[in-house]
């Protein structure tokens, strides 16, 4: 089977050997599993589906929300021999009904087909006489009300399938790999969650580095100078913040573009006219800019402040280093970001996916504070198994020593215990560190036995403790109004001694003697 697979590939596409992944998919989807496909844009989901569909007797039907993408990959595989078409808005009534018609008589291998369609009873009463063996659902994270492209026509994509006499097996695509739209499309789609095939991820030219407690401004203008021959991307979350930024780099006679929503039409597109035809180097902009930009050789991109969550920071850190040459994506951590990108969720979202949100802004928060590899934190957190650490990023190339910080963590989670696990990671600190602060006085935490026994640090170096063990699942966070820390079980370990903890070293900064004995 699979031999006969590679011989298609070759023999149709002319490609010698599979990418990771699609050779695993096309297997499933063959020995008649439905299976679910992960790969980013440009990983070579097409052939995933194609492959099948030139391997089975009968007409696959394709579905996908992309108009001008079908016509293309139709005219695509009829180039190579393939007998494909297409029924979607694009057609008159008369040419869908005839391409139907010829779809009934078994002239086409693939049928493409948009997801209105599947709502027209017409539609599904002609589907009954196709021999269908295989449908392919692409763009398939358009089922999901988390994904951010839902579509309700998705949502009959199910019911469908069950309707057609030959019990075709099902094949979904997509790029979107949130464990949470992983599962809505298995559930919806019938999928055991071990069919799911996820890979490709992996950005090998990319090192990511996440720095806290410096200057960010300094480490700015320093960055940007050291690099004034490269391209780069600077992203900050507000419209204020990127004039800001835009004007200090105009100060230090850096050649800066810059792009947000209260930009109009004709400014902004003459400003990314300027970056993209490397007139500006440096690119300072919100999340408003970047879609659909096709720049290969943007060497940095640098998070001034932390995106709202991970599928944000990966799609916009990832902007660079398209043409493959190494690059790097940075990210500046302070906490009152944290409480930025907070305040814009509370805003805009809607009540009920306040909690999601905020569960997500937490994954980006702990991204900021883990010390495991970068890269393989990101590609779990898209549900990519046992990621090896890549070498290259902050965390991998970070020289310090791990230290024991057992103790030290005890003291944390006994203090969460004491305060009733109802209290902010702030309030914690205070307590710790013996804060006189009003509320601690007032629920009469300074009578707690862990009050002050963390006071010969700073408030600031107990949270950022408290949220690395956030980041190691030792604490968990509940979003309610606020947000509150509870001990997690793997903390309850560490509490009654079963698990250590260790953390990497605080820098320390040597003193030189001067005087050489
Ligand atoms: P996706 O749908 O995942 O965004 P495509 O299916 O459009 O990606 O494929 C992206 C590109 O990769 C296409 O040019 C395709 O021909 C190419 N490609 C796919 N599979 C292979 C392979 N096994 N070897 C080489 N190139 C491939
Ligand atoms: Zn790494």
Redesign the pocket.
């Known amino acids: 089977m699979l031999e006969k697979a590679r011989e298609l ?1 070759k023999t149709y ?1 002319g ?5 990771t992944g ?1 050779e695993q998919a096309i297997v499933s989807a063959l020995n008649g599993k439905n299976t679910v496909c992960i ?9 995933v589906y194609q492959i099948p569909a030139l391997m089975s007797q009968g007409t696959t039907l394709v579905i996908s929300p992309l108009i001008s993408l079908m016509k293309d990959q139709v005219d695509t595989l009829r180039q190579l021999g393939i007998s494909a078409a297409y029924i979607n808005s694009s057609l008159s009534a008369a040419e869908a009904a005839e391409t139907l018609e010829a779809a009934v008589y078994g002239e086409y291998k693939l049928l493409y087909v948009a997801p209105e369609r599947l709502e027209s009873s017409d539609f599904q009463d002609k589907l009954q006489y196709i021999d269908i063996p295989l449908v392919a659902v692409d763009e398939a994270h358009c089922i999901s009300q988390w994904g951010h492209d839902f579509r309700p026509s998705y949502l009959q994509i199910a019911r469908l399938v069950k309707a057609l006499p030959g019990k075709p097996v099902v094949l979904a ?1 997509t ?1 979107t790999a949130t464990p949470m739209v992983q599962e809505d499309i298995c559930q919806s789609l019938g999928i055991d969650s071990a069919n799911a095939v996820i890979t490709g991820f992996e950005r090998t030219n990319l090192a990511f580095s996440v720095i806290k407690g410096q200057d960010k401004l300094l480490f700015l203008k320093d960055y940007v100078k050291k690099n004034s021959k490269e391209a780069g991307i600077i992203y900050a979350a507000t419209r204020k913040t990127v004039d800001q930024i835009h004007e200090w780099l105009q100060k230090e006679n850096i050649e800066a573009a810059r792009y947000h929503a209260g930009m109009n039409d004709t400014e902004r597109n003459s400003e990314q006219e300027r970056f993209l035809r490397d007139e500006a180097t440096v690119m300072v902009a919100t999340s408003a800019f970047g879609m659909g930009i096709d720049k290969s050789n943007i060497r940095y991109v640098i998070h001034f402040q932390m995106p709202k969550n991970m599928e944000s920071y990966y799609q916009e850190a990832g902007r660079a280093g398209r043409d493959g040459l190494d690059s790097e994506c940075v990210l500046l951590y302070s906490s009152q970001d944290v409480q930025i990108q907070r305040f814009l969720i509370d805003q805009s979202a809607e009540q009920i996916r306040m909690g999601q949100e905020l569960e997500k802004l937490q994954s980006m928060v702990d991204y900021c504070h883990t010390e495991d590899c970068l890269q393989a934190s990101i590609l779990r957190y898209f549900g990519e198994c046992d990621p090896e650490p890549c070498g290259r990023c902050g965390n991998c190339t970070d020289s310090r020593e791990s230290v024991e910080v057992t103790k030290e963590a005890q003291m944390v989670l006994s203090c969460i215990i004491r305060m009733g696990q109802k209290f902010g990671k702030a309030i914690t600190a205070g307590v710790l560190t013996g804060s006189r602060n009003k509320k601690i006085l007032e629920f009469g935490f300074d009578r707690l036995t862990t009050y002050g026994i963390m006071k010969s640090q700073s408030a600031k170096a107990v949270t950022e403790l408290i949220e690395f063990l956030i980041s190691q699942n030792l604490i968990g966070v509940e979003h309610g109004a606020y947000p509150i820390i509870f001990v997690a079980p793997e903390g309850k370990d560490v509490l009654t001694g079963k698990a250590q903890v260790f953390r990497k070293e605080a820098v320390k900064i040597r003193q030189v003697a001067n005087d050489d004995p």
């Open positions: 590939l596409f490609y010698p050997a599979f990418r699609q790969m980013p844009t440009g990983g070579g989901k097409s052939i695509l790029a």
